[in-house]
Each structure stands twice: as structure tokens, then as C-alpha cells.
């Protein structure tokens, strides 16, 4: 038989998705899952958004420019201004989503064998784009406990080698919902100055920060327009995860370039998703008041609840909508697949992601889970008390 990749082989699954077969026969016995696993809003899509697309009397559906509409590249950068993020519309190309962009973005900047250096527990996807470029995750561990905040510059610094090409932050971030404070970011900039690496940025969570703290986009530090590179997505922002529209900005003409080359192999974003994406522009500043405050009571809750189950550790997301748990098992991989296998209170159960697979460290995360607050606050206050009466009942 014909021999598959080596790459191939190596490509993990993701932890977000792999338990799915698990909790699909869950249901098929009758067994209510709450899922905590994935970062799939329950939140509506704005009306105009779909609406443009329904409204459209589009007689040939056409392929768009590779890098992506003009009209919506130029709505997208005066959405960036009122950010603060100053990029004209040629300096954003219009992608599939921003696994697309960041998959883009690693093909255009580093060879096999390049280092990257990753804040570790990173977005469990970056080891596959790594791997499916043939690149090394560096990670740089931040702890629960420092709630997650960066390491020092010497850490970064000490992992620096020849082969190092960018550093790659989440801001905020998945899984760990920390928000990079301007301070921080003032520190990698002095890093990939001193040691001319790329500085990617991955702000698709940019509107989801809470209380007090603001997001500072590295886009805002004039003096890195050469190094800086960020990716973005609807996504989440207006929850279109299946318009699968994000797109990368840089002010460097030649990385600018070289990923349109891969943007021109692909022929184009989808065009309907673009229009849809170009009308959730409008959305008013009170959608995400509404749907952040949506989020802070969750989380506020999801957090108070979980702290009152003992030997269960949980740092404060001040973004996005994730948190980690570290919880007195071994293997949480087991213990997800447990609770969707044998475990059920009032046929109801829980299904998470096992932290494992957002590090890239051997070891690391298995006794934590990844939880996304995207359900409403009576089904977090039950699922909670599950994973509580689940841990009881568990034995590693
Ligand atoms: C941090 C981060 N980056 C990128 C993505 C991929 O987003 P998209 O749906 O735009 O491909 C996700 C999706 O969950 C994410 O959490």
C-alpha cells in the first residue's frame, strides 16, 4: 500500500474535536452533552449580516480578488482605525478563515526546520500549521499560577538561536483567556527588535476583554511595521464561525507579497462570506456591550463555581471566552472520555477538552482541561456540578 506523509503522520489531532465520536454515542444513548469543549458561540449572528447575504441578487456567484474584495478590504481598515490600528485596505488580504491566514503566514515567513517561539499553552492548532510546514514550536511556559501572565525577557531571550524566526502571541488568549498587557507587548517589541524576528499577533478575541483592561494590538507600535503581523477572523467577532472569513495585516510590502502568492494559488475567499462579513462591519458598538456582558457573567460564575470544588485550580481569563482547569486527575484524556462514557447525572454529562494538546511540552497540561464559556449561566451552574460529582466519582 502507498505510504502516507511523515508530516502526515505526525499532524495531531485536536483536542477540541477528538473526543466528538465519544460524545455523538453519548447522545445516541439519550444522554444530554453540554459542551464545553469548543469555542462555538451560542451568541446570534447579527440580523444584517445574514441579511445582505439573503438580500443579494447575485447572478453569477464569481471568484473575488485573491486578496479578497476591495470594498470589504476598505471597510475592514477603517474598522482597524476606529482600534486604533491604522493599516490601509492593501495591507490586509482576505483569507479562509484565520487558520488560512495563519497557515499563510508561516508558509511566507519560514523554511523547514525554522523556530517559532510560542507562549506555551498555546491554540492547539498552531502545532498542526507548524508541522504542515515543517517548523518547530519553541515553547515559552507561563503558569497557572502567574495566571499566564508572559515570562520575563530573559526566558524569551534564552531560547533565541539561529533558527528562531518570529515569536507568535494570542492576545487575548485561547486557551487561557490572559490579555496581554501594553507593558508586555512594549517587551516583545524590544525582543524582535534586538533580534529581527517577525512578531505575529493573533487578535481574533480582540473585542472579548472585560473589566478594567483594554486590548493593545502590536499593530499600534509604530516602530515594528517591518516585523508585525496580525491575524484576525469574524469568527468569533460576530459569531460567523462558518462564514470561515479572517485575513492577515502586515505593512511589509514583502511579506504582503509573498502571501498573496499563496492567497493567488488558492484563487480566492468565498464570496457570498465576504459580503455577509463586509455588513457585520455595521454591527453597533451595543451588540458586543450586550454580548460582553453576556460573557462576564459567565465567566464570573463559571469561575466562582468551579473554585468551590476542592483541588480544582482555575486561573482569571481577563479575555475571550477560556479558561484552564487543572484538576486532581492524571490524565484528563481519560477522565473527558470517562464522563462521556460512563458517566451521567440525570442522563446528563459534560464534555471538555483535555489540555494536552495545547502544549507542546511532552507532559505538560494533562492534568488540565480547556473550558469554553459558551453556554448560558444555568447549564455552566450544571455542567460544574457535574465535572464536581464526575471527580468524586473517578478513580484515576
Ligand atoms: C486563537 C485562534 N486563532 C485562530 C482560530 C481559527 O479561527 P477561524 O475560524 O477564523 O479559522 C481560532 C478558532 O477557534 C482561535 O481560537
Redesign the pocket.
Known amino acids: 500500500m502507498p505510504k502516507i506523509s511523515h508530516k502526515g503522520s505526525l499532524m495531531p489531532e485536536s483536542p477540541i474535536r477528538k473526543l466528538v465520536p465519544f460524545a455523538e454515542s453519548a447522545k445516541k444513548r439519550g444522554v444530554k452533552v453540554f459542551q464545553l469543549n469548543i ?1 462555538q458561540p451560542d451568541i446570534e449572528t447579527p440580523k444584517h449580516a445574514l441579511d445582505a447575504v439573503k438580500n443579494n441578487n447575485i447572478k453569477v456567484l464569481s471568484y473575488s480578488r485573491s486578496e479578497g474584495s476591495e470594498e470589504y478590504r476598505t471597510k475592514l481598515s477603517k474598522y482597524y482605525s476606529s482600534k486604533n490600528i491604522e493599516v490601509d485596505a492593501d495591507q490586509i488580504i482576505v483569507t ?7 497557515l499563510f503566514t508561516f508558509g511566507s515567513i519560514m523554511d523547514k526546520d525554522d523556530e517559532i517561539i510560542v507562549p506555551e499553552p498555546f ?1 492547539a ?1 498552531y502545532n498542526g500549521f507548524s508541522i504542515a510546514n515543517g517548523l518547530k514550536i519553541i515553547p515559552v511556559i507561563s503558569k497557572i499560577e502567574d495566571n499566564f501572565s508572559l515570562p520575563n525577557i530573559e526566558k524569551f531571550e534564552e531560547l533565541i538561536t539561529s533558527k528562531t524566526k518570529a515569536i507568535l502571541i ?1 492576545n487575548p488568549n ?1 486557551p487561557t483567556g490572559y490579555l496581554y498587557s501594553k507593558k508586555e507587548i512594549k517587551k516583545l517589541v524590544q525582543i524582535v527588535k534586538k533580534h529581527d524576528l517577525f512578531l505575529i499577533a ?1 487578535e ?2 480582540r473585542e472579548f476583554t472585560y473589566d478594567e483592561d483594554f486590548h493593545y494590538s502590536i499593530m499600534e507600535e509604530e516602530s515594528i511595521s517591518e516585523n508585525a503581523i496580525m ?1 484576525d ?4 467577532r460576530y459569531s460567523m ?1 462558518g462564514a ?3 485575513c492577515v495585516v502586515t505593512k511589509n510590502k514583502e511579506v504582503k507579497n509573498t502571501i498573496l502568492k499563496f492567497a493567488q494559488a488558492r484563487l480566492s475567499p468565498p464570496t457570498y462570506a465576504q459580503i455577509a462579513s463586509e455588513a457585520a462591519i455595521d454591527t453597533p458598538d451595543s451588540y458586543f456591550e450586550i454580548v460582553n456582558n453576556k460573557y462576564i457573567k459567565r465567566r464570573n460564575i463559571l469561575i466562582a463555581e468551579l473554585n468551590k470544588i476542592s483541588n480544582v485550580k482555575v486561573a482569571s481569563p481577563k479575555g ?1 471566552f477560556y479558561c484552564i482547569v487543572e484538576l486532581p486527575v492524571k490524565n484528563t484524556n481519560d477522565f473527558a472520555k470517562w464522563m462521556l462514557d460512563k458517566f451521567h447525572i440525570n442522563n446528563e454529562t459534560v464534555m471538555v477538552a483535555p489540555a494536552e494538546g495545547f502544549y507542546s511540552t511532552n507532559g505538560l497540561g494533562l492534568n488540565q482541561i480547556r473550558i469554553a464559556y459558551v453556554l448560558k449561566e444555568e447549564d455552566l451552574i450544571k455542567a460544574v456540578n457535574i465535572i464536581k460529582l464526575a471527580l468524586e466519582k473517578y478513580t484515576d
Not at 479562509?96 to 495563519?102: F, H, I, N, V
Open positions: 469555542g479562509s478563515g484565520a487558520s488560512e491566514a495563519l491554540y492548532n494570542c485561547n493573533d481574533v478575541y491575524i477572523s469574524v469568527s468569533k464561525c470561515r472569513i479572517g475571550a
